[in-house]
């Protein structure tokens, strides 16, 4: 089976992305771009195949794709962005999952359910709620998944945009994140605490190999003293847009029906 990987190039307009726990820093659009790219090639050179979603360059954010889809098994659920400006963004994405031939489901008012508040691991499906993701948004989702034997379950998120920028998960199954921005650590039975709060973002790329930021070198030698293997990339600009390595793609790895 081809795994891919979804991407979005970076709007013109990222330095104006919304902030909600960050002040805002300038932002170089020229090497946000060269970042994006390196980001991109990362994810080819490990055997996922790229499929962009057309640029939109009107959307500030539109980069931070996972926000606009939460993919299980062969279904793609099309969220409702929490933030309005951001709502346009989704239509892109449909576009393209429908075009792949992914079934589709959508997020409806009043839910609202951004993807990087959704955390799936081993059939168990965790959605940060108190952001940008309300608990309609996530009944919706729990009602889209059951058929398909996920466990959908809310936990607090207070102190970071999305849940997936205060954790996320290895290979394992063990919750990695930076404790202080870590609501309620006992929402995992096995969590692991990081020493630097970009160290708590990794996606997984099959096996053992886990990609990361770069500004996090103490977690990547704690994760290598687990056995796994590392791939480190420099996206700094985004991350002073509250982005991580979990946002600016969404990983296809079922084959759609049909």
Not at 22 to 31: M, Q, S, T
Not at 179 to 205: N, T
Request: glycine share 10%; aromatic share 4%; hydrophobic share 45%.
């Amino acid at each position: 089976m081809t795994l891919r990987a979804l991407v979005r190039p970076p709007s013109p307009r990222l330095a104006e992305g919304l902030l909600t726990h960050l002040d805002r820093a300038p932002v170089d659009a020229g090497l946000a771009i060269t970042q994006w790219e390196g980001y991109v090639a990362a994810l080819a050179a490990e055997g996922w195949e790229i499929v962009e979603v057309a640029a939109a360059g009107d959307c500030p954010d539109s980069a931070f794709v996972e926000d606009t889809v939460v993919m299980y098994d062969d279904l793609a659920v099309i969220s409702r962005p929490g933030a309005v400006e951001r709502r346009p963004e989704t239509a892109g994405t449909e576009q393209t999952l429908t075009g792949l031939g992914y079934r589709i489901a959508r997020i409806e008012e009043p839910g609202t359910l951004d993807g990087g508040d959704v955390l799936k691991h081993g059939g168990k499906v965790w959605v940060g709620l108190g952001g940008r993701t309300n608990r309609a948004g996530l009944d919706q989702l729990a009602d889209l998944l059951a058929p398909l034997g996920a466990e959908v379950v809310g936990v607090p998120v207070s102190r970071v945009l999305h849940l997936k920028s205060a954790v996320t998960a290895l290979p394992d199954g063990t919750v990695v994140g930076f404790e202080p921005l870590v609501d309620d650590v006992a929402a995992w039975d096995r969590f692991q605490p990081v020493p630097e709060e970009p160290g708590s973002h990794v996606v997984l790329l099959g096996g053992e190999t886990v990609l990361m930021s770069s500004a996090a070198p103490k977690s990547r030698a704690l994760f290598e003293e687990r056995g796994l293997r590392v791939v480190a990339v420099d996206i700094s600009e985004f991350e002073k847009l509250e982005g991580c390595v979990t946002c600016l793609s969404v990983r296809l790895r079922h084959a759609p029906s049909g």
